[in-house]
């Protein structure tokens, strides 16, 4: 099966989650999935490394250079990929992934639920208050998967980031944040995978302990990468760095799609 699952935890830096996340450290002890650290592009901000993840390509050449930048990505991303090889693709996120990908700018009032279109996204759920909870986000993303048969699924949840912002990341709060969403994924996460899809759970960017993201930190940059996924060895490979600029490619490798002539050559499995 070539089907994928991304998940996106919004705002996780890599040492939050290497500690605290106990049940994906887990599977990791277990040899049930390759782990590694990944090295987020700048400037670290969420729109434009979602643009990154999605597409291959750095914000100077993508023209998504800040939070702000509300437009339409003009590269070719991993839905648009998926879709144009036969693929169902679908993502329960944060609004900004439907003003990239399908609509721009985002109404609340119509935009919300976008099911069977004919879009890069062609099913998508999506949310605009930072504080939607990361269970129903979840649910929701396990929604498309098994009654739109999506083949191609992103899953985004904004918590982490939304209680960083508010409390930074050395904060009981922050550990917390990070500590549901384990426990919220462990109860999906081998239930996707006995079904046969390959996972794939990461994050944007980072978060330090002024409450922000944006700089050149270990903190801010470093981001954890898990890989379920039977054309990936098990292992853990966290002693060096992997480059976001991967993951595009690393999807389609996944789905078995080709990857666009913009991005990089897959070099790190």
Not at 68 to 83: D, H, I, N, W
Not at 105 to 133: S, W
Not at 195 to 224: I, L, S, W
Request: aromatic fraction near 10%.
């Amino acid at each position: 099966m070539n089907k994928v699952i991304l998940v996106v935890l919004d705002g996780l830096n890599a040492k939050t989650a290497h500690t605290y996340m106990g049940f994906l450290e887990h599977l990791i002890e277990n040899n049930q999935c390759a782990a590694y650290r990944m090295n987020a592009e700048l400037p670290a901000q969420s729109r434009p490394l979602y643009e990154v993840i999605q597409t291959g390509v750095p914000s100077y050449l993508n023209d998504i250079v800040s939070n702000g930048t509300v437009q339409r990505s003009k590269e070719t991303s991993v839905f648009q990929l998926a879709k144009a090889a036969g693929l169902k693709t679908g993502a329960a996120s944060y609004h900004w992934v439907s003003e990239l990908y399908n609509k721009a700018p985002f109404n609340p009032m119509t935009d919300r639920i976008q099911l069977d279109t004919d879009q890069a996204i062609e099913n998508g759920l999506f949310y605009f208050e930072d504080h939607y909870p990361d269970s129903h986000l979840i649910a929701d993303g396990a929604y498309l998967i098994k009654e739109k048969q999506t083949d191609y699924t992103l899953i985004h949840s904004m918590n982490i980031d939304d209680i960083g912002h508010q409390f930074g990341s050395q904060s009981k709060e922050y550990v917390q944040g990070a500590v549901r969403m384990d426990a919220i994924l462990a109860n999906y996460l081998m239930d996707w995978l006995t079904k046969g899809y390959q996972v794939v759970v990461t994050a944007d960017h980072g978060m330090n302990d002024f409450c922000t993201h944006n700089g050149v930190t270990d903190e801010e940059r470093q981001v954890p990468l898990y890989v379920f996924s039977d054309k990936v060895a098990v292992g853990d490979y966290r002693e060096s760095l992997v480059p976001q600029l991967q993951l595009a490619p690393l999807l389609c490798h996944l789905l078995a799609i080709e990857k666009s002539a913009a991005m990089k050559e897959l070099t790190f499995i």
